[in-house]
C-alpha cells in the first residue's frame, strides 16, 4: 500500500537535545511538507521541498532544519533553539504540477513530541 | 492576507442534523479551497474541495458552499452521524502550493 510512514509517533526530548523526526514516501511524489500542529492553531507550515535537494522555509522555520537527499525522505530535525518544541508534527506529500497535481496532500500519522 | 479565519472552534450536533463550520480569508488570489477531516492520533485526509468558479460542490452528505463577494465558504453535513465526530480543517491556497489552514473546527456527533 502506498503511503507516508512516519516514526517515531511519540518522541520525548529533554531540553537541549535535538531530535529528528523521519517522513518516509513511497507515492512517487515530488513535494513533501512538514506541518506543525497545536491545539486551536491549525497546522502551520514548517518546511517543503518541492524537488530533491531543494527546501523551503514555511512560516514558522526558527528553530527546526531539515534536508532532501532523496525523493523519498524528508527528515525533520527540532533543534535545541526552538524554544516550545511540544506539538504534535505532520508530514505531508502531494504531486507536482506537471505530473497530475490534483492539489491534494497526502498526511502521515504524526509524530507527537514531547520535550519533559 | 495569508490568514483563515475558521469558527466555530467546537460543535456539537445531534445524529441527524446539520453540521455547519465557517471559513473567511483575505488574500483574493486564493484559488483553491479545500476542507480535511481528522480523526484522533491520524493524520488529515481531504474531504471536499472546491475552485472559485462554482459556488457549491456536494459530495454525499457534504456540501461545500462558496460565497467569492464576501470571501467566505462552509462546509454543510447533512444528517450528521457520530462517525462525523471528528477535527476539521479548512484551508487556501494560491495555485496550491502552500495551503494555509484555518484553526480546526471540533466536532462532536451525539447519538
Excluded at chain 1, 537535545?17 to 511524489?29: G, I
Excluded at chain 1, 533543534?79 to 497535481?101: E, H, I, M, V
Excluded at chain 2, 467546537?10 to 480523526?39: H, R
Aim: proline share 5%.
Amino acid at each position: 500500500d502506498g503511503g507516508i510512514t512516519q516514526s517515531p509517533k511519540y518522541l520525548f526530548r529533554k531540553e537541549g537535545q535535538n531530535v529528528t523526526l523521519s517522513c518516509e514516501q513511497n507515492l512517487n511524489h515530488d513535494a513533501m511538507y512538514w506541518y506543525r500542529q497545536d491545539p486551536g492553531q491549525g497546522l502551520r507550515l514548517i518546511y517543503y521541498s518541492q524537488i530533491v535537494n531543494d527546501f523551503q522555509k514555511g512560516d514558522i522555520a526558527e528553530g527546526y532544519s531539515v534536508s532532501r537527499e532523496k525523493k523519498e525522505s524528508f527528515p525533520l530535525t527540532v533543534t535545541s533553539a526552538q524554544k516550545n518544541p511540544t506539538a504534535f508534527y505532520l508530514c505531508a506529500s502531494s504531486r507536482d504540477r506537471l505530473a497530475g497535481w490534483t492539489g491534494e496532500l497526502f498526511f502521515g500519522e504524526g509524530s507527537r513530541l514531547t520535550v519533559l | 492576507q495569508q490568514q483563515v479565519k475558521q469558527s466555530p472552534q467546537s460543535l456539537i450536533v445531534q445524529k441527524g442534523g446539520i453540521s455547519i463550520i465557517n471559513c473567511a480569508y483575505e488574500n483574493t488570489a486564493f484559488d483553491y479551497f479545500p476542507w480535511y477531516q481528522q480523526f484522533p492520533g491520524k493524520g488529515p485526509a481531504l474531504l471536499i474541495a472546491i475552485r472559485p468558479d462554482v459556488s457549491e460542490k456536494k459530495e454525499g452528505r457534504f456540501t461545500i458552499s462558496f460565497n467569492k463577494s464576501a470571501k467566505q465558504f462552509s462546509l454543510h453535513i447533512m444528517d450528521s452521524q457520530p462517525g462525523d465526530s471528528a477535527t476539521y480543517f479548512c484551508a487556501a491556497s494560491v495555485g496550491g502550493s502552500r495551503l494555509t489552514f484555518g484553526e480546526g473546527t471540533q466536532l462532536t456527533v451525539n447519538p
